[in-house]
């Protein structure tokens, strides 16, 4: 393993102890519907209305967490569905207490 791929790991092992909030700083940057690029989100931790919000506007599991996670850090579901694979996977581990995973 890499010294970069250690710092990845003990970095994501740190956001999901801190609690209320986490940052994540995309690996592939994504481009916002009207402009704008985005590197960096800032995740909140879900309150239950988020849940039930994101449960009533979507189907299907991965369909509610892209849902809590877009209201969680500010963006839309639409800017939230171009991340990449690498970069979601990481925000699922880092926000899995939050998601009942933890």
Same mark, same amino acid.
């Given at each position: ?51 039930? &919000? ?14 809590? &996670? ?33």
């Amino acid at each position: 393993m890499s010294s970069n791929q250690n710092q990845t790991t003990a970095a994501e092992t740190t956001a999901a102890d801190e609690g209320a909030q986490f940052s994540h700083t995309l690996i592939v940057p994504i481009q916002k519907d009207g402009g704008g690029t985005i590197s960096t989100l800032t995740f909140d931790e879900p309150t239950i209305d988020d849940m039930i &919000l994101a449960e009533e506007t979507s189907t299907g599991t991965n369909a509610h967490v892209v849902a809590t &996670l877009s209201r969680s850090c500010g963006i839309t579901q639409g800017d939230f569905r171009r991340i990449k694979a690498r970069d979601y996977n990481v925000i699922l581990r880092k926000a899995g207490p939050w998601l009942g995973n933890g």
